[in-house]
């Protein structure tokens, strides 16, 4: 697995992880555990995706360069795509 596909892949972990610890905060809102885990979920989650973006390019339309000359968010590959443009089997 290169390093653009292990970035990708600790994006959706911690994008996981938050979405279980917000379930779990749903039904607990006092649990400062809880509240902790997804404050370093968060983190780790923005840290990793603001990684992939910055080395490899935009994940979601909102990340794409507005100031640029031209539209890039069609510029391939897609995040789930391997460079010759085919579908990532590791994903």
């Known amino acids: 697995m290169n390093d653009k596909m292990k970035t990708l892949k600790r994006?959706?972990?911690?994008?996981?992880?938050m979405t279980e610890a917000t379930l779990y905060l749903d039904?607990?809102?006092?649990?400062?555990?809880?509240?902790?885990?997804f404050k370093?979920?968060?983190m780790a989650?923005?840290?990793a995706y603001d990684e992939y973006v910055r080395k490899y390019g935009p994940l979601k339309?909102?990340?794409?360069d507005c100031d640029a000359q031209e539209w890039t968010w069609i510029k391939g590959p897609w995040p789930w795509m391997n460079e010759e443009g085919?579908?990532?089997v590791e994903l």
Request: charged fraction near 25%.
């Open 27 to 37: 039904t607990h809102p006092t649990c400062k555990q809880a509240l902790e885990y």
């Open 11 to 17: 994006v959706q972990m911690y994008s996981f992880c």
């Open 61 to 64: 339309a909102s990340d794409v």
């Open 45 to 47: 989650y923005e840290k």
């Open 40 to 42: 370093q979920m968060r």
């Open 86 to 88: 085919k579908k990532n």
